[in-house]
């Protein structure tokens, strides 16, 4: 009888980007942001990061925890208005055909330049 062993991956480790931590966040092959947090006591709390995958594509990595009612149809309520409310900041933030914005020239993770409306795609009448 012969000893089965795990099978190895390998993986060739990428270079750090400017903006991600640089520490046990990071693995071979996806690098992740210090996290980012909004911390409303006894509400809830969001936590933000930054993500490149071993693709190189980079995502937003949102993790929430709100506080729910002890009522259950306030609970529900307070659910599916979360819900909603993460449909709209999708749909918000999602990249677009044929919008297109400049390479960056700063490597952080967010910068702290205020948040401006990406260019629309105007009708031609």
């Given at each position: ?64 925890r ?6 259950d ?53």
């Open positions: 009888m012969t000893a089965r062993t795990m099978r190895r991956h390998h993986r060739t480790a990428t270079a750090h980007t400017g903006w991600c931590a640089a520490d046990h966040r990071c693995n071979l092959a996806e690098h992740r942001s210090h996290d980012m947090v909004i911390d409303l006591p006894d509400h809830g709390r969001a936590v933000l990061t930054r993500v490149q995958g071993p693709d190189g594509r980079q995502h937003a990595e949102i993790r929430a709100i506080v729910l009612h002890t009522e149809t306030a609970a529900r309520w307070q659910l599916r208005t979360a819900l909603a409310g993460l449909r709209q900041l999708l749909g918000h933030v999602a990249i677009r055909p044929g919008v297109m914005r400049t390479p960056a020239t700063r490597h952080t993770a967010i910068t702290t330049a205020p948040a401006t409306q990406p260019p629309t795609r105007r009708n031609a009448a």
